[in-house]
């Protein structure tokens, strides 16, 4: 379990990302806070465009050529952020393990995973090709990759989409990290295999006590994962809080429309009811809170004002109107 008493394993604080585009630039993260502990779970969640990879990207240092960063990401007190090549490599696939969407981009159609695997091995320890050729095939079985010792041999095109899933998870696996960063990891498959995946992450969290931040822009799959849900909107947190709270006391208008756009199994003949309109581009600051102008719930202050992030019971909310709150106090709820 996660230890709250001891310093944050990553701290991101105050994130600005900056693409230069041909007119201008996108200002895609604009102040993001995110705080994970050892053993936690931090999952990051918000439409497509909210800025999650370009935080996580910032944060390892694999920004396009075209992006600046600033403010601070500290990983086990050291600053990342302008952090020296050599320093980044060597944490990156090291202490920190990544996953990405699309395991067929990331993998090598010409080697054989055990080759791949045990690649990733070799760029971080000192162990002989045969070393860590059986320490890829330990980390196949770690991740219940079927039949490891034969199907170790397969390449990526012989394998299903989960089965590639599970090798990326291997390689990320493969230095023994204290965190993995799984960027949208199950969206490319379908759900059975989605829940599959999910599980072993539980496990791998449970059993090598990994931290995980997990993003997606799904809430419906961090329900039995995340300690904490941090959800994104316009490059900035609309809300962030224990899954608990989140899940059940949802307070900001973002995040209760994308709880009511999920499908629940206890309720299979609720209406879904998805968020109208589209995130603004962010070409130029918003005016006032971004999500006003799709907000049911915007009043005119809210067209003018961005508001900050503030402490709403467990909670951080940006959000001036608070609708949940003013209904819980009038007992209406
Ligand atoms: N290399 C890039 N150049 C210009 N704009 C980019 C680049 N990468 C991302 N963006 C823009 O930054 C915003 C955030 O993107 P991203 O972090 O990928 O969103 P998410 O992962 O939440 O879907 C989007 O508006 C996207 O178009
Ligand atoms: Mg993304």
């Known amino acids: 379990m996660s230890d709250l008493t001891t310093p944050p394993l990553l701290e991101i604080r105050d994130l600005h ?106 760029t971080h320890r000192q162990v002989s090709p045969r070393q860590a050729e059986s320490k890829a095939v330990e980390l196949l079985e770690m991740v219940s990759f079927p039949d490891a010792v034969r199907r170790a041999r397969s390449y990526p095109h012989e394998l299903s989409g989960g089965m590639r899933q599970r090798v990326m998870i291997a390689m990320a696996l493969a230095n023994d990290p204290d965190i993995l960063i799984a960027d949208e990891p199950t969206t490319a498959l379908d759900v059975t295999v989605q829940a599959q995946i999910l599980d072993l992450l539980r496990s791998l969290r449970q059993s090598r006590e990994l931290a995980i931040v997990l993003i997606t822009h799904d809430l419906g799959v961090v329900a039995g994962l995340a300690d904490t849900v941090n959800v994104m909107y316009a490059g900035r947190i609309a809300e962030s809080g224990p899954v608990v709270d989140i899940f059940h006391r949802p307070q900001h208008p973002y995040t209760i429309g994308l709880l009511a756009s999920l499908p629940r199994l206890d309720r299979p003949d609720r209406e879904l009811t998805p968020i109208g309109g589209v995130p603004p581009r962010l070409y130029e600051e918003p005016e006032g809170c971004s999500f006003a102008p799709r907000c049911r719930y915007a009043v005119e202050a809210c067209h003018e004002v961005e508001p900050p992030l503030e402490r709403v019971e467990a909670s951080m909310v940006a959000c001036s109107v608070l609708p949940m709150r003013s209904r819980t106090a009038e007992g209406s709820l």
């Open 17 to 122: 990302v900056r693409f230069a585009v041909r007119n201008g630039q996108v200002h895609a993260v604009r102040g993001l806070d995110l705080t994970v502990h050892r053993g936690e779970v931090a999952a990051v969640v918000g439409e497509s465009g909210s800025g999650k990879s370009a935080s996580m990207l910032a944060t390892l240092g694999l920004l396009d050529i075209n992006a600046s960063a600033s403010g601070s990401v500290r990983f086990d007190g050291t600053e990342l952020l302008g952090a020296p090549p050599p320093v980044l490599r060597s944490i990156r696939g090291g202490r920190i393990g990544m996953i990405f969407q699309d395991p067929m981009t990331s993998l090598n159609p010409v080697l054989d995973i055990r080759r791949q695997i045990a690649e990733a091995v070799i």
